[in-house]
């Protein structure tokens, strides 16, 4: 009896101590996720931002996807084919359900499409399917797309697109949906807790197969140091946004990795070109005379980034190493800040606990030396976007920005970004709109790079923008977890697992 209650005792505290550890959870049935800010939207035909985006991925399926290597690959749709130069042919699966048991169909695929075409639904990500005139069901497995013109970029933008239930939307209306999303995807929403965490739920009737975890939380946390320390603790077994100054405490750390990854995501910095000081284009052309790129990415990155001179990066189509940024030169930004009066001048820089602060404030330090009085304005990632994404007035002087279009095309960068009349852009330039048009319209690869070169020089003289760095992602996660990122930055659950 003595030895068995040591016995027992000793389990006991094993098991006291895999709690304490958050081992055991591990070895449960829960896969919690540190996020540096919450969703702003669950529907994924509105906000297209990074925590949305790594949520809502989860609880839906897309048209199309891509595969580990980068390439467009089937998803919902199983082929297609191109009738002519503007009308494309989809086959869809015939054995998906969403989350309540419907069968999804073509009908929902091509209301899919045609809700967020349309402007009543105010999307953000509507610059980027705009050129789709239509999407009409020929059968129950099949469907038609219609654009505008030839669009090139076309299945690298349908790569985002999620398919939406069309009797529920209809049914619960677009602001309900948003808070009760349904979608096919691997796992269903349970709970959302806004500002807290989002719960999911395994959904054993996924077509691929049974998902990994039975439950996913969410957690938001902006705080970088507590994000570092739920790893180090067990109360988090992936994190995202890990500062490039913690990486190496995460990479040698017991229980602990850093994953790692090269992406077609951007660092830029918004230039307000209709409001306050930087309307002005001396102003703007001073600051990017001001910023030090390669300095940021050496001190602030770790080397986990690279210096670029526009707003693209190399895995984008239409990026090109031809167009020269501006050379890192302090008294040439203080004199064009002295010539255009501006000395002094308060620019507004908006940010969110999404964007690392001491980049936010280096770049403040780097544009006080040289005469501007920079005020730093931070929000929640909502509010931001809301500001940023709103009238030009009421959208600060400047902002930094992390955009990926997951379409590796520069029709999804800087067409949304720059051409006028679409929400980001606070900039005109109809030669620059003539351009971008013009390459949205044509399949001729080789006349599209020469008309994106020409709108990178315009973007260089105008400065709306600048291009700083290419975002290299970095994951903490425990040890215990399998998973390789990707370029496009899916955080999609389904591809994760405990290793054995």
């Given at each position: ?28 049935d ?44 089937p ?7 191109y ?14 359900t969403?989350?309540?048991g ?6 929902d ?9 349309d ?7 509507l610059?980027?399917?705009d ?6 069901v ?53 709970e ?25 939380v969410f ?5 970088v ?8 603790t ?66 602030l ?35 064009l ?19 690392s ?9 780097m ?24 009238e ?13 279009c ?31 048009d ?23 003289e ?39």
């Open positions: 009896m003595r030895r068995m209650t040591r016995g027992l005792t000793s389990a006991a505290v094993a098991v006291m101590a895999l709690v304490a550890t958050g081992a055991l959870a591990q070895t449960k829960t896969l919690t996720i540190d996020l540096p800010g919450e969703a702003a939207t669950l529907d994924p035909h509105l906000q297209w931002n990074t925590e949305s985006y790594t949520i809502y991925r989860n609880i839906f399926d897309n048209l199309l996807t891509r595969d580990a290597s980068g390439e467009i690959v998803q919902i749709a199983t082929k297609w084919t009738d002519d130069d503007t009308t494309l042919t989809f086959t869809i699966r015939d054995d998906v969403f989350q309540d419907s069968k999804l169909t073509a009908e695929v091509a209301f899919s499409v045609n809700r967020i075409i402007p009543a639904l105010k999307s953000p990500q610059s980027q399917f050129q789709i005139v239509s999407a009409e020929v059968d129950p497995t099949t469907v038609r797309l219609k654009t505008k013109t030839a669009y090139p970029a076309l299945l690298a933008q349908l790569v985002k697109l999620s398919i939406v239930p069309k009797s529920y939307v209809e049914k619960v209306g677009d602001a309900e949906f948003n808070l009760k999303p349904l979608g096919s995807g691997p796992y269903k929403l349970t959302w807790k806004k500002g807290v965490e989002t719960d999911l739920a395994a959904y054993d009737n996924y077509w691929r197969g049974k998902p990994p975890f039975p439950r996913v957690r938001a946390v902006p705080d140091s507590t994000r570092i320390a739920d790893l180090q067990g109360k988090a077994d992936l994190a995202r946004e890990v500062p490039p100054d913690q990486a190496a405490t995460l990479k040698d750390g017991t229980d602990t990795q850093l994953l790692s990854a090269p992406t077609e995501r951007v660092g830029y910095l918004y230039l307000n070109a209709q409001a306050g000081p930087t309307k002005d284009v001396r102003v703007r052309q001073a600051i990017a005379y001001a910023i030090d790129r390669q300095g940021l990415v050496d001190a990155l770790e080397g986990y980034g690279k210096p670029v001179n526009i707003v693209g990066a190399e895995p984008i189509f239409g990026y090109t190493a031809e167009v020269e940024g501006y050379p890192y030169d302090p008294d040439k930004a203080a004199a800040i002295k010539e255009a009066g501006a000395e002094g001048a308060t620019v507004e820089f908006l940010t969110s606990p999404s964007y602060r001491a980049l936010v404030e280096a770049i403040q330090q544009l006080t030396e040289v005469g501007l009085n920079v005020q730093i304005s931070s929000s929640d990632q909502a509010t931001f976007l809301k500001r940023r994404q709103g030009a007035g009421n959208a600060g002087s400047m902002a930094l920005g992390q955009w990926s997951a379409c590796q095309d520069a029709d999804g960068i800087i067409f949304p970004l720059f051409r006028s009349g679409g929400i980001w852009a606070k900039y005109e330039n109809t030669s620059y709109n003539a351009l971008v013009e390459a949205r319209s044509i399949l001729d690869k080789d006349k599209r790079l020469a008309l994106y070169k020409q709108a990178y020089e315009i973007l260089r105008d400065v709306p923008g600048i291009g700083l760095y290419q975002v290299y992602a970095l994951y903490g996660a425990s040890k215990k977890l399998e998973w390789q990122p990707t370029a496009n930055e899916a955080m999609f659950v389904m591809d994760m697992s405990w290793k054995p």
